[in-house]
């Protein structure tokens, strides 16, 4: 492991009589006091300005409206499997279609981060539950079948 270390030059000490070099590695440390007391010790938190607020709000937001496309993606995806018709004739895959997009419309310039947390994870809690559900709901038609087959 020594042979793939980079070297620096060499360091040289005199100590009253003595002089003493050191060959220094990368990995040793900090050259002066201050480098070491800035690396080890916990430094006050800067306080932020609106730009540098403005940036986290932008990347936060830009992490949940992320995660919200992938939630409607996902929605549109699960409603593939609803291909029946409701009592008006309408397939609830387009019934379900239209909902989602009112409930995101509706909660698109919404800014408080734990309002859009809760909506996603409601969101992801239904369209598991509804999967589940029609999960559920086929396994028990297919040995409806099958009993009534044999």
Same mark, same amino acid.
Request: charged fraction near 35%; charge should be positive.
């Given at each position: ?37 800035? #690396?080890?010790?916990?430094? +006050? /938190? ?5 730009? &540098? ?6 990347? !936060? $937001? ?34 379900? #279609?239209?909902?989602?997009? +009112? /409930? ?5 310039? &919404? ?6 947390? !809760? $909506? ?31």
């Amino acid at each position: 492991m020594i042979a793939y270390l980079r070297r620096c030059p060499s360091l040289t000490i005199v100590c009253g009589n003595n002089v003493v070099s050191l060959q220094r590695f990368l990995h040793n440390g900090p050259d002066t006091l201050e480098e070491l007391l800035n #690396r080890h010790l916990v430094k +006050k /938190e800067k306080s932020l300005d609106d730009e &540098e607020e403005e940036s986290l709000n932008r990347q !936060r $937001l830009t992490s949940t409206r992320r995660e919200a496309l992938g939630l409607y993606r996902d929605i549109l995806r699960a409603t593939r499997f609803f291909m029946w018709p409701d009592s008006r004739g309408i397939l609830w895959r387009d019934i379900l #279609r239209e909902n989602a997009r +009112k /409930e995101f419309e509706e909660a698109r310039f &919404e800014k408080d981060p734990e309002v859009v947390t !809760r $909506l996603l994870i409601g969101g992801r809690d239904a369209v598991e539950s509804a999967l589940e559900k029609l999960a559920e709901k086929q396994r028990h038609q297919i040995q409806k079948e099958r009993g009534d087959g044999r």
